[in-house]
């Protein structure tokens, strides 16, 4: 069962309650240093069970980058661009790419949080410290429609960047798709782990030119020699 891919193709010390604008300058640094015209991170999806678990039951390696607002992603078989003018969507397990043409796509960077959003999606609660990192709890405000009860963003306190977000389901899973031969209650809410791993790495531009993955003649698009294998489902 694919939670992780299912969900993203649909978004400890004890708690020190802390002064609502030390919280904000936090997320408002994080912002500027993520606001950024180009990024680039390795990521890590984990699933585990329960709020403390320590076995993984479902993982993924993945891509987040960002060049020229376009917006990049992949997460184990799943890839896609977003882009002003059109957007692509991979599925190599199943060899099906979506595609959809249009001036007025509005390209989605999922690092990119302002203020006034969070202060409409969350309520804040606390923010924990260690050495490195500051982390500060989110809860989704009862009309946010959130899949989750509770996030945790880790953010290094000397970079201002991402070293890992936590996002605990609302609602209880079986973990008995993942064939756990344990007598144990299979039933519990799910945690996901992303981790942001080396974000140096030179942005390769390919991903981000549509001649990667199509060509429009006479209106009609044809798919690049990489994706010959695909089958092609257009949106427009």
Not at 45 to 57: F, P, R
Not at 117 to 133: C, S, V, W
Not at 193 to 203: A, P, T, V
Request: charged share 30%.
């Amino acid at each position: 069962m694919r939670v992780i891919l299912l969900l993203i193709c649909s978004f400890l010390c004890g708690a020190v309650q802390v002064e609502a604008q030390d919280f904000d300058a936090i997320v408002q640094e994080m912002i500027e240093e993520h606001g950024k015209e180009s990024y680039y991170f390795d990521l890590n999806y984990a699933l585990y069970k329960g709020i403390d678990g320590s076995k993984v039951y479902e993982e993924y390696k993945g891509v987040m980058a960002l060049k020229d607002n376009k917006f990049y992603q992949k997460i184990g078989a799943m890839e896609s661009l977003q882009t002003s003018s059109f957007m692509v969507m991979l599925n190599h397990e199943d060899k099906e790419i979506l595609i959809n043409r249009s001036e007025t796509n509005q390209p989605v960077n999922t690092l990119t949080l302002d203020l006034k959003t969070l202060h409409q999606l969350y309520d804040k609660g606390g923010l924990e410290t260690t050495d490195k990192t500051y982390i500060l709890e989110l809860i989704p405000k009862q009309n946010a429609g959130s899949l989750f009860s509770r996030l945790w963003l880790h953010i290094d306190k000397k970079s201002k960047k991402y070293v890992k977000q936590v996002m605990l389901f609302s609602q209880l899973q079986d973990f008995s798709h993942f064939n756990d031969s344990s007598k144990d209650n299979q039933y519990d809410v799910g945690r996901l782990e992303i981790s942001f791993l080396n974000d140096d790495r030179e942005i390769e531009d390919k991903i981000f030119e549509e001649s990667r993955y199509f060509q429009v003649t006479s209106n009609k698009i044809k798919l690049s020699k990489e994706f010959q294998g695909f089958e092609l489902i257009s949106a427009n």
